[in-house]
């Protein structure tokens, strides 16, 4: 038996932001706004408390959530939240934001630390505060996902936790919002939403609904990923890439993420890259990896990101798909890991426990083909100099 679960009410389209305050009106009286200080240079906050005020619900607003979600974040966002007595949660900004939203809607009524629910050492009992999530990134979907991110301050650990009572009772993507991503800040979203796509879709825990999900989202990101970067107004690919990071959480999701997204956190955890950029220094290499495990829905996954290889034999197009990919990161300005500026030796000096950290995620026992320890650590020295330009990095 399968199970797939998306929020209750998903509005998207230009202009769904507008219905921000109706939404808002049908769950609460008094919201706690989570966000971040780009979101509030941009007025979008501001553009928040006003449709919220219109429609009679009070906000405060917590806008101190960076790039990288962490359980501080939520900590405080949690004490506001009680002290200001608010009974809703609004989430607009990128992943991060939705990300802590999630994490202050469920300790909020649950108790705790975010980090007591790793692994589901602390039951999720009482419903979690009311929420709208509203992205502003077209990356994470994390506005249709039951996941969290979140980073353990006290032992660099990119914590992920899966629960149905994450996800939000709202959903609002409006692509114009994503116009004001930067180029850096599209690829790395945009490859992101590609990795929970092509991860669904190889998952062990793939089913048909995320299946078409999954290669819906492949699809329309292969042919609007590189005009959002290079041309961020061109709103008709804005809006794409806003509905395929949405149908890529919510095949991932309900299928699961694999092995790109177990190494991809502790390199966000212990180095702090972008989530997006350290998923796409690992994609190719992991592919490679893979391979042989999944070659006939490589293939497909490749006939759908380009009709150039629809008449080509499976392993063939997977080949093809494979260099299609490290040409994007090429196109998309995605570096390897020595040129984001990870110094070799601190690499080596932590890479057991990334490995481990990364088994422990879960994530890599759902890949085509399940690694050992020692062939993580081995990716990892792979992907440290990686040459998005030669054939067979991995062998």
Same mark, same amino acid.
Request: glycine fraction near 6%; include cysteine.
């Given at each position: ?28 009286? &008094? ?38 979600? #962490?359980?501080?974040?939520? !900590?405080?966002?949690? *004490? ?18 939705? /990300?802590?939203?999630? @994490? ?18 602390? !039951? ?20 249709? #996902?039951?996941?969290?991110?979140? #980073?353990?301050? #006290? ?63 492949? &699809?329309?990101?292969? &042919? ?11 709103? *008709? ?7 395929? !990071? ?18 991809? &956190? ?32 490589? @293939? ?7 009709? /150039? ?15 299609? =990919? ?18 070799? !030796? ?29 062939? =993580? ?17 991995? *062998?």
């Amino acid at each position: 038996m399968n199970e797939f679960r998306v929020p209750p009410v998903i509005l998207y389209g230009r202009g769904s932001l507008s219905q921000a305050g109706d939404q808002a009106a049908s769950l609460g009286r &008094r919201a706690l706004i989570i966000s971040d200080r780009v979101m509030e240079k941009l007025g979008y906050v501001k553009r928040c408390e006003q449709l919220l005020d219109q429609a009679g619900v009070s906000s405060v607003s917590y806008p101190d959530v960076n790039s990288e979600t #962490t359980d501080q974040h939520v !900590a405080e966002a949690l *004490e506001i939240l009680q002290q200001e007595k608010c009974d809703l949660l609004v989430a607009i900004g990128g992943g991060s934001c939705l /990300d802590a939203a999630k @994490a202050v809607s469920i300790v909020a009524k649950n108790g705790g630390y975010i980090r007591d629910y790793m692994g589901g050492k602390r !039951a999720i009992i009482h419903p979690p505060v009311p929420m709208i999530a509203i992205p502003t990134t077209a990356g994470t979907g994390s506005e249709v #996902t039951s996941a969290v991110v979140v #980073t353990n301050t #006290t032992n660099d650990v990119k914590m992920m936790i899966k629960h149905p009572a994450f996800i939000p009772k709202v959903a609002i993507v409006d692509p114009v919002l994503t116009v004001s991503s930067p180029p850096h800040v599209t690829a790395a979203t945009g490859i992101d939403a590609l990795c929970h796509a092509v991860e669904a879709y190889l998952s062990r825990r793939a089913q048909p609904v995320t299946d078409s999900l999954a290669l819906s989202s492949i &699809r329309l990101i292969g &042919r609007n990923i590189r005009t959002a970067y290079k041309n961020g107004s061109d709103l *008709e690919a804005r809006e794409h890439m806003a509905i395929a !990071a949405m149908q890529a959480g919510m095949a991932f999701s309900n299928a699961s993420v694999c092995l790109v997204h177990g190494m991809s &956190r502790p390199i966000g955890a212990v180095f702090h890259v972008p989530h997006g950029i350290s998923n796409a220094m690992l994609l190719p290499a992991v592919l490679e990896f893979s391979k042989e495990a999944c070659i006939e829905r490589l @293939a497909a996954i490749g006939r759908v990101y380009c009709d /150039d290889l629809k008449a080509l034999a499976d392993e063939r197009a997977a080949d093809e798909f494979v260099s299609m =990919i490290k040409q994007l990161c090429l196109d998309l300005n995605i570096p390897n890991m020595k040129e984001q500026g990870i110094d070799r !030796a601190k690499l080596e000096q932590v890479v057991d426990k990334m490995a481990a950290d990364a088994l422990e995620s879960g994530s890599p026992a759902m890949n085509p083909r399940i690694p050992t320890h020692a062939e =993580i650590v081995e990716l990892y020295r792979v992907c440290y100099d990686y040459n998005f330009q030669s054939i067979g990095n991995y *062998e």
